[in-house]
C-alpha cells in the first residue's frame, strides 16, 4: 500500500528483533527459507527515499500482541484480502463495566461505516449518493 501510495519516507515497525536485525543487514540471512522473504524487502526499498526498520519495545507492543491473537481467532470470508480491528480501550476492566456489549468492533468492506471509506482508498470509488451521507 505505501508503494501504492507513493510514499517516499516509511518507517516500518515490527516486534521480533531476528527480522529487524536481519532486513537492516546487521545479521546475515543464512535460511534458504528466509531467503525470499529478504530479496522482497530489499526490492522494495527502491520504492522509498528512506526506510527504516526498527523494533518496537515489548511494552509498547501489547495492542500487536491482542490484535495478533484475536486475528487467530476470527474465520475470514474467502472473498476478504484483509480484516481490520478498532479497539477502544477500557478505562477500568471489564468485569467493573455493567453491560459491555463490545470492546473491539471487526471493520471491513461491507460494514456500515468504513464501507465507502474502503470502496474509496481500495478501488478508487466514490458512493453513488454523496447527498445523504453525513
Known amino acids: 500500500m505505501a508503494v501504492q501510495w507513493k510514499i517516499l519516507d516509511l518507517r516500518v515497525l515490527g516486534d521480533s528483533q531476528l527480522v529487524i536485525k536481519k532486513v537492516n543487514d546487521d545479521y546475515k540471512t543464512n535460511d534458504e527459507k528466509l531467503m525470499p522473504y529478504k530479496r522482497m524487502v530489499d526490492d522494495f526499498k527502491a520504492y522509498f527515499t528512506t526506510i527504516t526498520f526498527e523494533k518496537i519495545p515489548r511494552d509498547n507492543n501489547r495492542a500487536a500482541d491482542a490484535m495478533a491473537t484475536i486475528a487467530s481467532l476470527v474465520i475470514m470470508p474467502s472473498n476478504a484480502e484483509y480484516c481490520e480491528f478498532l479497539v477502544e ?14 470492546i473491539c468492533l471487526i471493520v471491513g468492506p461491507n460494514s456500515q461505516w468504513y464501507g465507502d471509506i474502503y470502496a474509496y482508498l481500495h478501488d478508487n470509488t466514490l458512493p453513488l449518493d454523496l447527498s445523504n451521507k453525513a
Open 89 to 102: 480501550p477500557l478505562l477500568e476492566p471489564v468485569y467493573n463495566v455493567p453491560q459491555t456489549q463490545m
